[in-house]
């Protein structure tokens, strides 16, 4: 009966084994939708080093002449940095100044081309508590785009609509509390929003006041600017973000940038990971037999999970360093795996039935694979925090592979052992396990070695204190 339990347990992980490697590498269209799953190794961030990306170099002017140029580009350069990192488009970004020039270089979407043009195109907006009307055509202006800091991409999940999100300066905070005291001490909920001129055919939309603070949100209502379509909004984003700069960015040269190892560097990856991954399942079967086989398959959990947790962390992103960190986790995981097997060979060598060099293995190996795992994680740790960012791939991917190995290596690798005991409990040539010609079976947990022999002689206390030299 047992056997047939661990044989069906086998069964359904194997089964779910392959199921999570496809998910991981195979991408397929999501039945019934337009949308497209790319499997957990695809949707994982990459960076302009291996997936390449685009490079612009803008020239910059100043919108007022009295400002000083250097400190007004180093301003912008700000203001792009943080219009980018909300809208998450773009996992890598580099923004730099280049004598009065701007250069960016962020790393390859499909959108990437458009949206450094959209950075050339300035667009003011005007936002007032009055709306301009057949009587009314000059309202009150209370905010503009020097109060603007930058603007981002939302989403109204309520009416499944793309807003834009406004973030203000200091100084346009202020102006917004006085916006808002005003509209409470008229009884309005509501602001109105204008691009380029305050007028009927440049109306942006309505901007609900009653749960404002310091970001104003809308939903664009321009014909232009289609709220349901995101790239459109996006372009509105980046178009106020531009007109918020303290210069004007004029585009001089847009270019690719290749991959640091060629236009084949993630097929390169590719080929090293699954010759590290093919050779060291070949070492765990060739010297560990069965153990070896268990050894695999227990990473293979450890990789899908691995690329699962890639995927989902949102701010790892995988360069050349965090390929190295993949690598050195992987082997990490592998190592776990050799301890806990290495601690069964000594047990099963010095006289123990298999079922208890299987007990006494996983019970040694704990403190080994914990320290050994806690130290890499306290180190990668010291790496991130310290490290020049071109290290931090490597220390976050390294950090959590070794997590993620303590859970496999405890959690799943014990599973597997455990179940394996009903099939085999006899045969110790299938697990490569031997012992020396001198030495017998013993059938308890505890080696006793006895007082004042100088022989090393194991007395098996079970079997009434027989003595194996």
Request: with cysteine; charged share 15%.
């Amino acid at each position: 009966m047992l056997k047939k339990y661990s044989i069906v347990n086998y069964v359904l992980l194997i089964i779910i084994a392959i199921l999570g490697v496809l998910l991981s590498v195979c991408p397929f269209n999501v039945p019934a939708s337009t949308d497209r799953y790319n499997g957990f190794i695809g949707a994982i961030e990459k960076g302009i080093d291996v997936n390449g990306g685009v490079s612009a170099i803008y020239s910059a002017e100043l919108k007022d002449s009295q400002s000083d140029l250097t400190d007004s580009i180093d301003s912008s350069i700000s203001q792009i940095v943080d219009a980018f990192e909300h809208n998450s488009n773009y996992p890598e970004l580099y923004v730099t100044r280049q004598g009065d020039k701007v250069r960016i270089e962020v790393s390859s979407t499909q959108s990437t081309d458009t949206t450094l043009d959209y950075l050339a195109s300035p667009r003011e907006v005007f936002i007032t508590l009055d709306e301009v009307s057949d009587t009314l055509t000059n309202p009150e202006v209370f905010l503009n785009s020097d109060d603007i800091s930058y603007a981002y991409v939302g989403y109204d999940y309520d009416n499944s609509a793309y807003t834009v999100n406004l973030e203000f300066t200091s100084l346009g905070k202020e102006k917004l509390s006085r916006m808002l005291t005003s509209a409470e001490n008229v009884g309005k909920e509501t602001a109105y929003i204008y691009i380029d001129e305050v007028n009927s055919d440049n109306s942006l939309g309505q901007i609900t006041l009653t749960d404002a603070e310091d970001v104003l949100v809308f939903t664009s209502t321009n014909s232009s600017f289609s709220s349901s379509n995101n790239m459109q909004t996006a372009q509105l984003a980046y178009n106020i973000t531009s007109g918020a700069l303290d210069v004007n960015l004029t585009l001089l040269e847009k270019s690719n940038i290749s991959p640091a190892l060629g236009k084949n560097t993630l097929l390169f990856i590719g080929i090293a990971c699954i010759i590290t991954i093919v050779l060291t399942f070949a070492f765990l079967i060739v010297r560990y037999g069965h153990l070896g086989l268990l050894g695999s398959l227990s990473l293979v959990f450890y990789l899908v999970l691995f690329a699962f947790f890639m995927q989902a962390i949102p701010f790892i992103l995988l360069n050349l360093s965090a390929v190295f960190g993949c690598i050195f986790a992987f082997l990490l995981a592998t190592v776990a795996n050799t301890i806990i097997f290495e601690k069964i060979r000594e047990e099963y060598a010095i006289g123990k039935k298999i079922h208890l060099s299987f007990k006494g293995g996983l019970k040694k190996s704990l403190w080994p694979i914990l320290d050994s795992h806690i130290v890499v994680i306290l180190a990668s740790a010291l790496i991130w925090i310290f490290a020049p960012s071109a290290l931090k791939g490597f220390a976050i991917c390294l950090m959590l592979g070794a997590i993620v190995s303590i859970f496999v290596s405890l959690v799943i690798t014990r599973y597997l052992l455990n179940i394996y005991l009903p099939l085999n409990s006899t045969k110790a040539k299938k697990l490569h396990l031997y012992r020396d010609k001198n030495v017998k079976e013993i059938a308890t947990e505890e080696v006793v070695i006895e007082e004042g022999n100088s022989d090393g002689v194991v007395t098996d206390t079970a079997n009434g204190g027989n003595n194996n030299e």
